[in-house]
């Protein structure tokens, strides 16, 4: 018999599954469950997006693009960035297009980080970033936020973690699960602790189109930083296209060469009908992404509302389609939580320890579903609740 735990890849074997996996697996074997666990949109992919990839499956515009994507598409995504933060990237030189943003961050870590390397994980944060720092040798260091600061970066929590070992700086903004965002004076006081040093950033900007009342700002917009800053964003969230996986990453041409190397060889190229069907979401779906952003937060304000008004009190967040609500007055850790609610009420979201440790006591929870559905869960929360407070 093969003793499998000598033969697989140790690293690996110690390595978590994802907790927001693990409660939608749940979920997804029980009746009558309403899931607010998944960053999902329930908007449609616009249709004119939709037509364009039927029209290139016809023509047959099926085979591969070349490894860094359709010179096109890179073209139109270096003109979108530009217009959306004023920074240019070379579409020839410094724009790769990777499955999903996933892919993009995973390569993008994978070209900086070598063993022993230092990398500053932002959280609570989307909890693909220390795995894949773990994966590629190097050592993940939490930069707990807060609630009270809400959930930003501070200049001093970051200068506190830096050390002669770090390499990178991961900065994910708008944030999953909390919904903070960044504004510029933020990013302002981030710049000036890196301005002289050797540290990169990856700034995951997937959720760059997801924000209420306030414009994103990027920090390759802050002088200096677009020359230490791989900027990530892709089409799952704002086009709702999550199925499409497309996504792409912006460098400086020295990282780019790398990143691309590493997409080379692992994935050839990224889906070409969704490459075409990309074009056209950058360059003609504009009007519905802020149709998206609107109905969006209308179930924003409701669904903070409520959990002010039940008693979990929440933080109002400025970006992306989640809540982060606080439950540490249930005296409940934040799985024990989940899986009370799951159970009893048929209800699943996704413990705030998913996201890193300090997001103990929280709970993150999607609004990226329809507001009958939200209000059905609500209520059920809301019984839950009231029968924890009567045991």
């Not at 989307?126 to 930069?143: A, D, E, L």
């Not at 056209?280 to 924003?300: F, P, Q, T």
């Not at 996704?350 to 103990?360: N, S, T």
Request: proline content about 4%.
């Amino acid at each position: 018999m093969i003793d499998y735990s000598k033969i697989l890849n140790k690293t690996i074997q110690d390595i978590k599954p994802s907790g927001i996996r693990k409660f939608f697996d749940i979920a997804q074997e029980m009746d009558d469950v309403i899931s607010l666990g998944v960053g999902e949109p329930d908007f449609q992919t616009p249709w004119s997006v939709r037509q364009c990839a039927i029209k290139n499956i016809e023509t047959k515009r099926t085979v591969y693009t070349a490894n860094a994507g359709l010179e096109a598409l890179r073209r139109s995504v270096s003109k979108y960035i530009l217009k959306k933060t004023g920074t240019e990237y070379d579409p020839l030189g410094e724009v790769i297009i990777t499955v999903g943003g996933s892919e993009a961050i995973d390569i993008s870590i994978r070209s900086l980080v070598e063993p022993g390397d230092e990398v500053l994980v932002v959280e609570p944060s989307f909890v693909c970033y220390t795995p894949i720092v773990r994966m590629s040798g190097g050592i993940p260091v939490s930069i707990e936020t807060k609630a009270e600061n809400n959930f930003r970066l501070t200049a001093d929590e970051l200068r506190e973690k830096i050390t002669d070992k770090t390499k990178l700086l991961i900065l994910p903004y708008p944030n999953n699960p909390t919904g903070a965002i960044m504004e510029r004076e933020d990013l302002e006081s981030i710049a000036e602790v890196l301005r002289d040093t050797n540290i990169m950033i990856i700034s995951d900007e997937i959720y760059a189109e997801l924000t209420y009342g306030k414009k994103h700002c990027s920090i390759v917009e802050i002088k200096d930083m677009r020359e230490r800053t791989v900027l990530i964003n892709g089409f799952s969230k704002a086009f709702a296209m999550t199925g499409w996986r497309l996504g792409y990453a912006c460098a400086p041409e020295p990282v780019a060469k790398q990143i691309v190397k590493l997409h080379q060889y692992a994935i050839m190229c990224s889906p070409t009908v969704s490459q075409y069907a990309a074009i056209e979401a950058l360059e003609n779906c504009e009007d519905e992404v802020r149709k998206m952003v609107e109905e969006y937060n209308v179930r924003r304000r409701f669904v903070t509302d409520t959990f002010n008004r039940i008693g979990l009190s929440c933080f109002t967040p400025e970006g992306a389609f989640y809540v982060f609500p606080c439950i540490k007055s249930t005296g409940l850790s934040s799985t024990e939580f989940c899986e009370k609610l799951l159970y009893s009420k048929k209800v699943a979201v996704v413990p705030g320890d998913a996201f890193g440790d300090c997001g103990e006591g929280f709970i993150r929870v999607s609004y990226a579903y329809s507001i009958n559905h939200i209000t059905e869960a609500l209520s059920r929360i809301e019984e839950f609740l009231e029968e924890l407070k009567r045991s």
